[in-house]
């Protein structure tokens, strides 16, 4: 029997981390050598927990099936990182931040963790500057600031619009010098595909090698998972191609809990669908929501040039709907605004996009200006496109972009398995049901640097694993399982390719498990998705061979898991009777549209548990906001 | 919008593995002007797979010409005709109806093939892990607004950092050379304050590693500059070369590598 | 001193080598032409300016030495740097577009360089070996080195190799000057036009100074 212990301290909140850290225990210094930790992702997270574990000490273990730490998806954030600084004297704080995400997350975090990460976002600014990070500054030399959706303060730090690649430059750097001096050890081309559990206790991984094809094993006191989010499950979204959840969900069915898997980020600012042949889509930074108005025409299927359609039959409706927020509402809202004016066919020439304009604020700033703040990302657009935006508003569509849910983890970031952690995406705690911008690179960088290397330490100490030998007989069953799945996906030869189920996945989690849900739609979903799952089995083609380089058989892989996360996640928008961020019910809505929550009942986080033939159980953790009181979260 | 279709010839490199000898292939395939050269490339990796033929393999991972995954020498271009982009954002518009397409993988001695375009660049994160960092602990750093750094040097200090490492550099070099990628790398840390302790260590180690992995030298004719998704500048390439004079020439307590 | 084999054998120490050397052949070069310009001042002119160079022979042969060697690691280490780039590439591109990303003088330095190797050599042979070796007293009492050049420039066959070998200088100049200063590490946003600039117009002095030479004298005739 699971019991779901958050292991949140007591005591007033913005001393429950200090008194936390005091009460963990410690490894010596000369002991800290004789422990192995794998890491798996060199992602912000990833690379910087590996940093930090090396800098403490300890044996490093780090994963990753790129070619290079360097490439990790981190690597593509453009807007920024959010910190509690107040450089700008403008009424930030610790607690303004804190608040914030906890109601930017619409009352679905845990109140103590995003206190924490609130806590240590300074230090991650001065960390990162020390690792020379080349933020933003302004002519005094000090960091300059910009602000972000769901805020109303500039606490947003950045690198012209590449911040993520400077971070992950900088923890990879970090990681790289722990390397340097031995106590890292990076393993590239190695994809995680099973997690190894003996009694109870995360003990180590299985790993293919995407350059021999060989299943590898490498045991640890304790595996820290740091492989980022699923949003591929629809797959067309931001994410990079190779962006999947096999290590979290293979470690999902060898016991820990899946925490609120329908809890999905769709980005309000990306590039509309082009055609059938498309890979991904384009995410256009929310920083440009700062300067661009987004409008629609108020005339249904008007199929006139944007620049010819006049000022007063335009409807800037973010800043008519949220006057106070207006076009820097938060991630789920404008969404949401985008698809509702879509639907009502007064989309761009009655299709799927709105207009982002910077008519306005090149009018006012002078195009200069403008080229300076956001030169780079205009020049995406245009090679995208080959529509110029400095003439023409650009055409956006909120696209799949961040997952909230993930594995369940404690206060600890430990999940239900001992030994067994989760940082970044890939965990499920810090942003409730909707994420601010900017808070995915803070969470990361909380979890790497300035958590794992306290709670990592109190977990070998207090539960004093063992290492055991990967002849062991479990890592010879758990390999031997890997193998025999290789083995089977390419036995099929059916007649299917995996992109085209992949892209059928996709639609079906679109239409019914995406910006909208309905009860009907979740029922028809679980069941298509559960049909081609069945078919993926008998029809799917796999060529080549799994002894050498073999990119389908990656793929298929992956795709195995989109195809039973899938059934998860409607499995837990339909559990979730109410509307919460990302999670939007229609039948749970106020008459205006807005999403309409219920504490009464659902203000728990729903942590999963695989059972045998596709079945789970549900585990609740109730969330209790003492300083944040729930309210409708209003942006208007 | 015109939905014209392109009819293209592709001459594609394919190589089974590092050991075996490769040669090219050529496939016919028709695509959408709106869509991406990777695009291109996935419809027709889709279709050998569903003829159970192996599909070619290439690297790409963002798709948003930042993580640097993506490489192909396509008509004898690293990352194709159009200056300043990687191949994922090569568009097929740039391309005319009927034309010869030549893919190759990056060549160099020091980026072997390791299957069709897929090449081992890891030889750059051997160069990086041989200095190509700041020496600071978690826990120790002071305020980040204690080190003000003029405007101008965090820009030039950025402009380096912007390289992706994908090696495009090496691969438009007549000589191989990875002077830019190494280059970029110093300069970015080698402009900020914080870099200073560790500078003329971190450029000698860094050559040194570079030298040993076969890389060739600098002939100083900027293709890497002409080739750059990101547009590094070569004035980067002087820098080290400066830095590197002074770490040999000037500094008495370095130790020598 | 292994910091100095060290860095002599390094990538960027070769560059140095390259640079140090070229630098110092650049201003040679200048010397060089200046002298040679008063054979179109007559051959009392010329003879005399040679006749000069003999009286300070001792300090000739000191920067004659220095010379020798400047060419000798220019030459070496060119050839040495060609070699180890070729084999940085075992494997040539089918298509190369490097038409399309460098400049013809940058791609062509190991060609012009063993062209004006050539050149030197015959240069040698023909000029400095009979001025020097060739029973130099009898010359410089005859007053014959007038003669002996203009002789040379009615050769028709010696005269084209002269002009191609002087163009080819002129290409190898032009990448060599600017070259050099970004070796050294001097490249700026606000100098590096300049020097590019300067490096054209000085390869365009050496080329057209040292070529107008056999094709004047070629052309006419040899007359005084």
């Known amino acids: ?636 | 919008m015109e939905t014209k279709i392109l009819k293209l010839k592709l001459k594609i490199w394919r190589q089974k593995n590092a050991n075996s000898v490769g040669s090219f292939v050529d496939y016919d395939v028709s695509v959408s002007p709106d869509a991406s050269f990777l695009e291109m490339l996935d419809e027709l990796n889709n279709k050998l797979e569903s003829q159970g033929l192996e599909p070619v393999v290439f690297e790409s991972d963002c798709r948003e010409g930042i993580c640097g995954t993506c490489g192909l020498v396509i008509n004898g271009q690293p990352h194709g005709p159009i200056p300043r982009i990687a191949t994922c954002q090569l568009h097929m518009r740039n391309f005319k109806d009927g034309d010869t397409i030549w893919i190759e993988p990056f060549r160099a001695k020091a980026f072997p093939v390791i299957k069709d375009l897929m090449v081992d660049r890891s030889g750059f994160d051997k160069i990086l892990q041989a200095g190509g960092y700041i020496s600071a602990n978690v826990g120790g750093a002071q305020d980040a607004n204690m080190i003000p750094i003029p405007k101008d040097v965090a820009s030039e200090a950025f402009d380096a950092a912007a390289c992706i490492g994908c090696g495009a550099c090496v691969a438009a070099c007549k000589n191989a050379s990875a002077m830019l990628f190494v280059s970029a790398k110093i300069s970015h840390l080698g402009l900020l304050p914080q870099g200073q302790p560790e500078r003329y260590r971190r450029v000698d180690r860094m050559i040194k590693v570079m030298d040993e992995l076969g890389f060739g030298s600098c002939t100083n004719t900027y293709a890497c500059e002409a080739e750059c998704p990101k547009g590094i500048s070569v004035k980067f390439i002087a820098r080290m070369n400066r830095d590197y004079i002074a770490a040999k020439l000037k500094s008495k307590t370095l130790e020598q590598v | ?224």
């Open chain 3, 1 to 224: 001193m292994n910091w100095l084999n060290n860095f002599l054998n390094s990538s960027i120490g070769k560059k140095f080598v390259m640079a140090i050397t070229g630098s110092f052949l650049l201003i040679f070069l200048i010397i060089h032409l200046i002298g040679n310009i008063t054979l179109f001042f007559g051959p009392d002119a010329f003879n005399g300016y040679v006749k000069t160079l003999d009286v300070i022979k001792p300090l000739i042969r000191v920067i004659e030495l220095v010379l020798l060697a400047a060419f000798v690691f220019h030459i070496f280490n060119g050839f040495r740097l060609w070699l180890e780039n070729k084999r940085a590439r075992p494997v040539e591109y089918k298509i190369n577009g490097s038409t399309e990303n460098s400049s013809i003088f940058s791609r062509t330095m190991f060609i012009s360089g063993s062209i004006i190797f050539i050149f030197l050599v015959l240069h040698l042979g023909t000029f400095f070996w009979r001025f020097n070796v060739h029973d130099p007293q009898q010359l410089a009492d005859a007053h014959q080195y007038y003669d002996i050049v203009v002789g040379f420039f009615q050769i028709w066959w010696y005269v084209l190799l002269y002009i191609i070998a002087m163009i080819l200088l002129g290409f190898h100049l032009n990448h060599g000057f600017q070259s050099a200063f970004q070796t050294f590490g001097l490249n700026s946003k606000k100098y590096t036009p300049l020097i590019k600039k300067l490096g054209t117009i000085y390869a365009i002095i050496m080329a057209v100074g040292f070529a107008s030479m056999p094709i004047y004298f070629f052309l006419s005739g040899g007359v005084k």
């Open chain 1, 1 to 636: 029997m699971i019991k779901l212990e958050s292991k949140v301290p007591s005591g007033n909140i913005s001393e429950k981390w200090t008194n936390h850290k005091f009460n963990l225990k410690l490894i010596n210094p000369a002991n800290k050598r004789k422990y192995t930790i794998i890491v798996v992702g060199t992602g912000l997270a990833g690379a910087s927990a590996s940093a930090t574990l090396g800098e403490l000490g300890y044996n490093v273990l780090t994963f990753t099936f790129h070619d290079s730490a360097r490439r990790a998806h981190s690597i593509a954030a453009q807007g920024g990182i959010n910190a509690a600084k107040n450089y700008q004297n403008d009424g930030d704080s610790v607690y303004r931040l804190f608040y914030d995400t906890v109601k930017g997350g619409d009352f679905r975090a845990r109140e103590a963790n995003v206190y924490r990460l609130a806590e240590v976002s300074g230090n991650i600014i001065d960390q990162c500057v020390s690792q020379g990070v080349p933020f933003a500054r302004e002519y005094g030399g000090l960091l300059d600031n910009r602000s972000f959706g769901g805020a109303q303060v500039s606490r947003t730090f950045y690198a012209r619009g590449q911040t993520g690649q400077q971070l992950l430059i900088g923890a990879v750097a970090s990681m790289n010098r722990q390397i340097d001096l031995g106590t890292v050890k990076l393993f590239t081309r190695r994809e995680m595909l099973d997690l190894v559990v003996i009694d109870g206790q995360a003990k180590g991984i299985v790993v293919r090698n995407l350059v021999t094809g060989e299943i590898e094993k490498y045991s640890a006191h304790a595996v820290v998972l740091a492989t980022g989010g699923y949003s591929n499950v629809f797959f067309l979204s931001t994410n990079a191609m190779n962006c999947n959840t096999t290590a979290i969900w293979r470690s999902h069915k060898r016991g820990a809990l899946f925490a609120n898997p329908c809890f999905t980020q769709i980005h309000p600012t990306c590039l509309p669908l082009h055609g059938e042949s498309q890979s991904k889509l384009t995410l256009m930074s929310e920083s440009l929501r700062n300067d661009g108005r987004v409008w629609v025409s108020k005339i249904k299927n008007d199929m006139r040039q944007p620049n010819d359609i006049p000022e007063e039959e335009r409807d800037y409706y973010l800043e008519r709907k949220y006057p106070s927020f207006g076009n820097l509402s938060p991630r789920d809202i404008s969404s949401r605004a985008a698809k509702e004016v879509c639907d009502e066919g007064r989309g761009v020439l009655g299709g799927e996009a709105v207009y982002l304009d910077f008519r306005d604020a090149i009018k006012r700033l002078g195009r200069n200006v403008i080229e300076e703040r956001y030169g780079n990302l205009f020049e995406i657009y245009e090679t995208i496109t080959g529509d110029n935006p400095y003439q023409v508003p650009m055409k956006i569509y909120p696209a799949p972009h961040y997952t909230m849910g993930g594995l369940w983890v404690d206060y600890n970031l430990m999940s239900n398995l001992p030994g067994l952690f989760v940082l970044g995406e890939a965990n499920f705690s810090d942003h409730g049901a909707n994420r601010l911008g900017a808070s995915a690179l803070m969470q990361g960088l909380a979890d790497g640097y300035f958590i794992i290397p306290y709670t990592m330490g109190d977990y070998l100490a207090s539960y004093k694993p063992t290492l055991v030998d990967t002849s062991h007989p479990e890592f010879e069953k758990v390999k031997n399982e890997v193998q025999e799945t290789t083995k089977k996906l390419l036995s099929i030869k059916g007649k299917r390719t995996v992109d085209d189920i992949h892209k059928q996945l996709g639609r079906i989690m679109w239409d019914k498990v995406g910006m909208a849900r309905n009860e009907k739609g979740l029922k028809e979903a679980i069941s298509q998705i559960r049909n081609l799952r069945e078919e993926f089995w008998t029809s799917v083609n796999v060529p080549g061979s799994g002894d050498d380089v073999n990119q389908t058989l990656e793929r298929a892989g992956r795709l195995i898991d989109y195809l039973e996360l899938g059934e998860l996640m409607a499995i837990d928008a339909l559990n979730r009777n109410e509307s919460c961020g990302g999670h939007f019910r229609e039948e749970y809505q106020y008459e205006d549209g807005e999403a309409k929550r219920d504490d009464e009942n659902y203000s728990y986080v729903a942590a999963w548990e695989f059972k045998e033939n596709f079945n789970w159980e549900l585990h609740k953790e109730n969330l209790v906001f003492e300083y944040v009181k729930p309210a409708v979260r209003s942006y208007k």
